[in-house]
Each structure stands twice: as structure tokens, then as C-alpha cells.
């Protein structure tokens, strides 16, 4: 019967004395996925469901495998504060063109009761 050994030079099955920053630099660069759900039923009827999934992996790995979404939120992108000004302008011009729409059907109606 032969020993395994791993990769790495210890025998199979015996634990390792890694430090957290080993496993931590393991855990970013490979990735991790936990789900979970949590069902409460109330005889026999679901009452509640709660799904849990979570993704632990570096920046690096999340775009490689095509998870990129904090790019484009502006709250983490740090274009919230040009967003809010851009919409305070379009606001601005939309309020103008309703004052000119409702003066124009006022004026076509003060001519049709004419």
C-alpha cells in the first residue's frame, strides 16, 4: 500500500500548519461559494424562504469569472456625486419643458374657445 502525498510535500490525511494569510491567499485566488437556504413551514405551508449565497474571491478572481457589477454602481464607483448632479439638471429640464407644454395647450385652448 502506498502513501499519498500532496503536492506540497506532506502526507495526505495529516493536517497542515498553514497561517491564516496562507489560507486567506488559498481562499482569494481560487474563490469560495457558500449557499444555503432556510425554509420556515407552518403545516405544510412555506412561510418564509431565504436563499444565502455568497461569493469569496479577490478582484481579480470575480472579474475573471465575469462578476463586475461595483464597477458600474455609483455609490462604490465614485461618480454618485456627478449622477446627482446630472439628474438635478435633467429634473431641471424636464420641469422646464412641462411649464412650456402647459403654456402652449393653454394657449391653443384660449384660441379654440375663441
Known amino acids: 500500500m502506498a502513501i499519498e502525498q500532496r503536492r506540497d510535500g506532506a502526507l495526505a490525511g495529516h493536517p497542515r500548519n498553514d497561517s491564516l494569510a496562507d489560507v486567506l491567499e488559498r481562499v482569494l ?5 457558500i449557499a444555503g437556504d432556510i425554509q420556515v413551514n407552518l403545516l405544510e405551508i412555506e412561510l418564509l424562504t431565504i436563499k444565502l449565497r455568497l461569493v469569496v474571491a ?3 478572481k ?3 469569472i465575469g462578476i463586475d457589477w461595483w464597477e458600474s454602481d455609483p455609490a462604490l464607483s465614485g461618480g454618485a ?3 446627482t448632479e446630472e439628474n438635478r439638471r435633467l ?3 424636464v420641469d422646464e419643458m412641462e411649464r412650456k407644454l402647459a403654456q402652449l395647450e393653454s394657449g391653443e385652448k384660449a384660441r379654440r374657445d375663441a
Not at 29 to 33: A, E, M, R, S
Open 29 to 33: 485566488d481560487k474563490g469560495i461559494v
Open 58 to 60: 479577490s478582484v481579480d
Open 62 to 64: 470575480a472579474k475573471e
Open 81 to 83: 456625486q456627478q449622477l
Open 91 to 93: 429634473r431641471g429640464r
